[in-house]
């Protein structure tokens, strides 16, 4: 899948729960957000996005989102000055976090590491047995396990448009209860919840 194509998912479940909250959306320049902007008060905005993994999309992991919140005196997303920041998994309970861990595993469970020849085909060169490169799909293949609390990020996988639709879902139903939390504790200016 193409991140436009994520983002268009996520568009059609996540607007009409935000653009009756007064956020609109913006564009980035990036082209790996997808955010929404409202203004809080004179000197703040607050800003949620989507922000699809830096590496391409692979055919056997697939890729990964995170969703962040922000208020801040700009709409920039990831603004430094004055900014108050945190990923979405600081603001998940301990029953959201093993419901968001059962629904990854789901996901985990469809990905797989490529054979040496597999990916050696896909990248257009040799590939030993045992290379670094394929390091990365064995850490994806391995089971997530959220209880290490809030100060863990977390990642959502997805492989195929149903995934990328079950993270949509999950993300409508729980992103009101996010935009309370989060104006209730913010952390420490530029705190990512890591």
């Excluded at 469970?109 to 799909?137: C, H, Q, T, W």
Aim: aromatic residues 12%; contains cysteine.
């Amino acid at each position: 899948m193409k991140t436009r194509e994520v983002f268009q998912v996520l568009c059609k479940q996540l607007e009409p729960i935000l653009l009756p909250m007064g956020f609109s959306r913006r564009k980035d320049h990036t082209g790996h957000n997808l955010p929404w902007t409202r203004l809080l008060s004179e000197q703040t905005y607050e800003t949620v996005w989507c922000q699809m993994d830096k590496w391409p999309w692979d055919p056997w992991i697939g890729s990964q989102l995170v969703v962040e919140f922000q208020h801040a005196p700009s709409t920039d997303v990831g603004a430094i000055n004055s900014a108050k920041r945190a990923r979405w998994a600081y603001l998940l309970t301990e029953d959201e976090r093993r419901e968001v861990q059962v629904r990854q595993n789901r996901v985990i469970a469809k990905i797989r590491v490529p054979s040496a020849a597999e990916y050696s085909e896909f990248m257009g060169f040799p590939v030993p047995n045992g290379d670094l490169f394929l390091e990365k799909y064995e850490q994806a293949c391995r089971p997530a396990d959220y209880s290490g609390g809030r100060a863990q990020d977390i990642w959502l996988r997805v492989l195929g448009p149903e995934d990328v639709q079950m993270w949509a879902e999950f993300m409508a139903g729980w992103l009101p209860k996010g935009f309370e939390r989060f104006a209730a504790a913010l952390p420490p200016s530029g705190a990512t919840g890591k």
